[in-house]
C-alpha cells in the first residue's frame, strides 16, 4: 500500500470501520477508570533503556489524575513486562488490547519490538504510542510515533560531523547493534554519505549482537581505521551493551579529541552507571537533553525528582531525564488533549483528533503532530560533561517535519531530495 493511502487511512478511518474493512475500535463506556497499556521491558538488556519510560508514563499518569484526569475520568495504568523478547511484545499487545481492552498504548523501544507489535495493532484497531527514535520507512494509521525519523536525528548529526564546526570527518565507523534500526539506519547513512561523495572504502560497517559485552578488539579496530583520515564514529548500539563500549573507549585511551563518538541511543540514563571523565567530548544527537535551560524542562525534571523520591525508586537522586522520557510525557498529553477533543476514547475519533495537536515540550519548543503520523521536532547535539549530562553544542532553530522514508533507499522514487534540503531546514547555529 502507497504512503499516500497509509495517510487518507489517517483521516478516513472512522469511514472504513464503518464499512468493514478493518475491526471495529474498542468500546467507549464512557464513565468509570480509562485504560491504558504500558509495554515495555523491564527485565532483560533493554531494561536499562525501558524502565524509565515506565518510570515517566506512570508518573505522568498520576499527574494528569491528580488534575482532575481525561474528561473527568481516572486513567488506570495496566503495567505488562515483555522481558526484552520480541516475541513477548506481540503477546502482551494482545492481551492489553483484547483481555485488558486499554485504550491506547505507551511503550516499546526497539524497532523489532514495535514490528512484533504492528501486525497485532493493525488487525485489532489499536493505538501504539511509539517513543524512541527509529530508522523511518513506516507510516502505520495505527501507530504515533513521538520520537526521531533519521531526518531528525542521523542525517543532520552526520552532517555535522562532516562540517568544519564538528570536525570535518572522512571516514566513518558505523556500530550498531544486530537488528532492524542500526542496520537500516545506516543503510541509509552509506548511501547519505556516497552521495557526499565519500567512498565505500572509507565506511566500515560493524554489529555486536544484543547484550554483547566485549569490545576491546572493535575499539582496537577503530584506531587502527582512524589512522588513514579524520573519523568518527556513529553508534546505534542498543541496550546495555552502551556501558562495555564506553567503559572500552576509556580502557584503550581512545578520547573525542581524536576519533569522536556521536550516539543515537546514549543519553543521560545510559551514561548514569558509567565514569564518564574519559568520555568527555563525545557526542549524542537527540530532540531533548535534561540540561536544557527552560521553565517547561524545570517543571518537568521537578515533577520526576518528586516522583522518584514519593515512589523510593532505584537511583533515588542519581536519577535523570533523557529523550525518550520527554517524548514518551509528550505522547501521553498529546493522547489526553485528542480524546478530550474527540470525547471519546473511540481510537478512530482520537486517530483523526491526534493530528495537529500541540504541546509546549520540555526541550523548549511547541511540538506537533503532523499528518503522518510523526512529530515536529528540533535536532540537537551534545558533548558528553564529565558528570554524564551534556552540552548541546549545536541545534536547529526551528522544529523539524520527519520525513519518514529515506530518498537514498534503491527503489524509493519520487522521494524529496533530502541531500540538496539539508542545508536549508537545518538553519545551523553554534550554541553557547
Same mark, same amino acid.
Given at each position: 500500500?502507497?504512503?499516500?493511502?497509509?495517510?487518507?487511512?489517517?483521516?478516513?478511518?472512522?469511514?472504513?470501520?464503518?464499512?468493514?474493512?478493518?475491526?471495529?475500535?474498542?468500546? @467507549? $463506556?464512557?464513565?468509570?477508570?480509562?485504560?491504558?497499556?504500558?509495554?515495555?521491558?523491564?527485565? !532483560?538488556?533493554?531494561?536499562?533503556?525501558?524502565?524509565?519510560?515506565? /518510570?515517566?508514563?506512570?508518573?505522568?499518569?498520576? @499527574?494528569?489524575?491528580?488534575?482532575?484526569?481525561?474528561?473527568?475520568?481516572?486513567?488506570?495504568?495496566?503495567?505488562?513486562?515483555?522481558?526484552?523478547?520480541?516475541?513477548?511484545?506481540?503477546?502482551?499487545?494482545?492481551?492489553?488490547?483484547?483481555?485488558?481492552?486499554?485504550?491506547?498504548?505507551?511503550?516499546?523501544?526497539?524497532?523489532?519490538?514495535?514490528?512484533?507489535?504492528?501486525?497485532?495493532?493493525?488487525?485489532?484497531?489499536?493505538?501504539?504510542?511509539?517513543?524512541?527514535?527509529?530508522?523511518?520507512?513506516?507510516?502505520?494509521?495505527?501507530?504515533? &510515533?513521538?520520537?526521531?525519523?533519521?531526518?531528525?536525528?542521523?542525517?543532520?548529526?552526520?552532517?555535522?560531523?562532516?562540517?568544519?564546526?564538528?570536525?570535518?570527518?572522512?571516514?566513518?565507523?558505523?556500530?550498531?547493534? @544486530?537488528?532492524?534500526?542500526?542496520?537500516?539506519?545506516?543503510?541509509?547513512?552509506?548511501?547519505?554519505?556516497?552521495?557526499?561523495?565519500?567512498?565505500?572504502?572509507?565506511?566500515?560497517?560493524?554489529?555486536?549482537?544484543?547484550?554483547?559485552?566485549? &569490545?576491546? $578488539?572493535?575499539?582496537?579496530?577503530?584506531?587502527?581505521?582512524?589512522?588513514?583520515?579524520?573519523?568518527?564514529?556513529?553508534?546505534?548500539?542498543?541496550?546495555?551493551?552502551?556501558?562495555?563500549?564506553?567503559?572500552?573507549?576509556?580502557?584503550?585511551?581512545?578520547?573525542?579529541?581524536?576519533?569522536?563518538?556521536?550516539?543515537?541511543?546514549?543519553?543521560?540514563?545510559?551514561?548514569?552507571?558509567? /565514569?564518564?571523565?574519559?568520555?568527555?567530548?563525545?557526542?549524542?544527537?537527540?530532540?531533548?537533553? +535534561?540540561?536544557?535551560?527552560?521553565?517547561?524542562?524545570?517543571?518537568?525534571?521537578? +515533577?520526576?525528582? @518528586?516522583?522518584?523520591?514519593?515512589?523510593?525508586?532505584? !537511583?533515588? #537522586?542519581?536519577?535523570?531525564?533523557?529523550?525518550?522520557?520527554?517524548?514518551?510525557?509528550?505522547?501521553?498529553?498529546?493522547?489526553?488533549?485528542?480524546?478530550?477533543?474527540?470525547?471519546? $476514547?473511540?481510537?478512530?475519533?482520537?486517530?483523526?483528533?491526534?493530528?495537529?495537536?500541540?504541546?509546549?515540550?520540555?526541550?523548549?519548543?511547541?511540538?506537533?503532530?503532523?499528518?503522518?503520523?510523526?512529530?515536529?521536532?528540533?535536532?540537537?547535539?551534545?558533548?558528553?560533561?564529565?558528570?554524564?549530562?551534556?552540552?548541546?553544542?549545536?541545534?536547529?532553530? $526551528?522544529?523539524?517535519?520527519?520525513?519518514?522514508?529515506?530518498?537514498?533507499?534503491?527503489?524509493?522514487?519520487?522521494?524529496?531530495?533530502?541531500? #540538496?534540503?539539508?542545508? /536549508?531546514?537545518?538553519?545551523?547555529?553554534?550554541?553557547?
Amino acid at each position: 500500500m502507497k504512503r499516500r493511502s497509509l495517510l487518507k487511512l489517517g483521516t478516513m478511518s472512522g469511514a472504513l470501520a464503518v464499512a468493514g474493512r478493518i475491526p471495529f475500535a474498542h468500546a @467507549d $463506556t464512557g464513565s468509570g477508570p480509562i485504560k491504558v497499556g504500558v509495554l515495555h521491558s523491564l527485565s !532483560g538488556t533493554m531494561a536499562i533503556s525501558e524502565t524509565s519510560l515506565k /518510570d515517566t508514563a506512570l508518573m505522568t499518569f498520576a @499527574d494528569i489524575n491528580a488534575k482532575g484526569g481525561v474528561m473527568g475520568r481516572q486513567i488506570e495504568p495496566v503495567v505488562v513486562d515483555p522481558a526484552s523478547n520480541w516475541p513477548l511484545f506481540a503477546e502482551k499487545a494482545r492481551q492489553l488490547l483484547t483481555q485488558d481492552k486499554v485504550a491506547a498504548v505507551f511503550g516499546c523501544w526497539t524497532s523489532v519490538s514495535r514490528k512484533s507489535v504492528l501486525p497485532v495493532f493493525e488487525e485489532l484497531n489499536g493505538l501504539l504510542y511509539y517513543p524512541v527514535q527509529y530508522e523511518g520507512e513506516e507510516m502505520s494509521r495505527n501507530v504515533f &510515533y513521538t520520537g526521531a525519523a533519521p531526518n531528525q536525528q542521523a542525517i543532520p548529526a552526520t552532517e555535522y560531523l562532516m562540517s568544519n564546526e564538528g570536525g570535518g570527518a572522512k571516514r566513518f565507523f558505523l556500530l550498531g547493534t @544486530d537488528y532492524v534500526y542500526p542496520r537500516t539506519t545506516n543503510k541509509i547513512l552509506r548511501a547519505f554519505l556516497n552521495a557526499k561523495g565519500v567512498q565505500d572504502a572509507d565506511i566500515q560497517e560493524v554489529y555486536t549482537p544484543f547484550g554483547h559485552s566485549d &569490545y576491546q $578488539t572493535i575499539v582496537a579496530n577503530i584506531k587502527t581505521f582512524s589512522q588513514s583520515g579524520k573519523t568518527c564514529v556513529i553508534s546505534t548500539i542498543n541496550g546495555d551493551s552502551n556501558v562495555p563500549f564506553y567503559k572500552e573507549l576509556g580502557n584503550q585511551g581512545l578520547k573525542a579529541t581524536d576519533v569522536p563518538v556521536v550516539a543515537f541511543s546514549v543519553g543521560e540514563e545510559e551514561l548514569r552507571g558509567i /565514569d564518564t571523565k574519559p568520555l568527555v567530548g563525545n557526542l549524542a544527537a537527540w530532540n531533548y537533553f +535534561m540540561s536544557l535551560r527552560n521553565p517547561e524542562n524545570t517543571k518537568f525534571k521537578a +515533577m520526576f525528582a @518528586d516522583w522518584v523520591k514519593k515512589n523510593n525508586l532505584p !537511583g533515588g #537522586s542519581k536519577r535523570v531525564t533523557n529523550d525518550p522520557m520527554e517524548a514518551t510525557f509528550v505522547g501521553i498529553h498529546m493522547w489526553k488533549q485528542a480524546v478530550e477533543k474527540a470525547k471519546s $476514547t473511540d481510537v478512530d475519533k482520537v486517530r483523526v483528533a491526534m493530528i495537529g495537536q500541540e504541546f509546549a515540550a520540555p526541550s523548549g519548543y511547541t511540538l506537533k503532530m503532523d499528518g503522518n503520523h510523526h512529530l515536529w521536532k528540533p535536532v540537537m547535539i551534545g558533548e558528553v560533561r564529565a558528570d554524564g549530562q551534556f552540552n548541546v553544542v549545536w541545534r536547529t532553530r $526551528t522544529t523539524i517535519r520527519a520525513q519518514p522514508w529515506s530518498p537514498y533507499i534503491p527503489g524509493d522514487k519520487g522521494k524529496p531530495d533530502v541531500v #540538496s534540503s539539508i542545508p /536549508d531546514f537545518l538553519r545551523r547555529r553554534r550554541v553557547a
